[in-house]
């Protein structure tokens, strides 16, 4: 037993025991062989996602040891994936990380508050498959936000501060887009000295919130039919050309399963096996 007694102790996790992992790890090579004959292959960056995850925490694919400096007890440490998708190990480390850097180097000791918006499922769909496109509506949603913020603390011109999240699944590990927006609860106002005041906003009321959403909803429509996604017609507001949006020059169309796997699940139906 070493003698160093550390404030913080690592307790070493046995990925390879929890049910996500039996699952793939007993059901992947099968998967993409049945999706192999059918013609229709994963895009390589999702293949790769779920290997780098069954390696995640393996001592068998690469470790590192650590020693204490004090004690000069060792510690085997496995390697991570780091990935970004569903490795809960990496993402809960993700979401600390990002939380500490927010606490302690981004945000000043004002009132917050989160903000969380969802979209209709076909724009959810449209957002997971154009970058470009998600990157404009989320300009759209913060400016609306600020000029709400900006209305509620009584400062026309004040300045505020968003962090916006972009989340790409649900409760039920389904494609569902939407934002958390973490918001200064209120905006600056810089004085003749340079110096910077702080305005808190006041909470909102239902029918504010109402508004807003209203406001959101008017900017994000406005959008896609200045794209072309959406055409008036009279009265009615119709789907227009999203040929860029679902055409995929890497693959066949034909080939091409993940189309048809983010359209199943964002409306969450089983795409494949039953």
């Known amino acids: 037993m070493h003698a160093c007694q550390s404030v913080v102790s690592y307790e070493q996790r046995n990925p390879a025991a929890t049910q996500l992992y039996k699952v793939i790890s007993e059901n992947l090579n099968s998967f993409l062989a049945e999706r192999s004959e059918e013609g229709r292959n994963l895009p390589k960056f999702i293949v790769r996602e779920f290997e780098s995850y069954l390696r995640c925490g393996i001592f068998a694919h690469g470790f590192g040891r650590v020693q ?12 991570s994936c780091k990935g970004r998708g569903f490795c809960p190990s990496c993402g809960a480390r993700r979401m600390a990380e990002a939380a500490i850097h927010l606490v302690d180097e981004l945000l000043p ?63 039920a590990a389904n494609l569902n887009i939407h934002f958390h927006v973490i918001a200064l609860d209120g905006v600056y106002e810089k004085k003749s000295t340079g110096r910077l005041k702080f305005y808190a906003a006041q909470a909102p009321t239902n029918e504010i919130i109402q508004n807003l959403v209203g406001r959101i909803s008017t900017k994000i429509n406005n959008l896609l039919i200045k794209k072309g996604y959406l055409e008036k017609v009279e009265d009615m507001v119709l789907v227009g050309n999203t040929d860029d949006i679902f055409s995929d020059s890497s693959q066949n169309s034909f080939e091409d399963i993940h189309l048809p796997a983010q359209a199943a699940s964002v409306a969450h139906r089983i795409a494949l096996g039953s």
């Open 68 to 79: 204490c400096g004090c004690c000069q007890h060792e510690k085997l440490v496995p390697y």
């Open 109 to 171: 000791l004002v009132p917050v508050r989160q903000f969380v918006v969802t979209f209709p499922v076909q724009l959810r769909l449209w957002m997971a498959r154009s970058k470009s496109l998600c990157a404009k509506v989320c300009e759209k949603v913060c400016a609306e936000l600020t000029a709400h913020l900006q209305r509620a603390a009584g400062i026309e011109k004040g300045l505020s501060g968003l962090v916006v999240f972009i989340q790409r699944f649900g409760s």
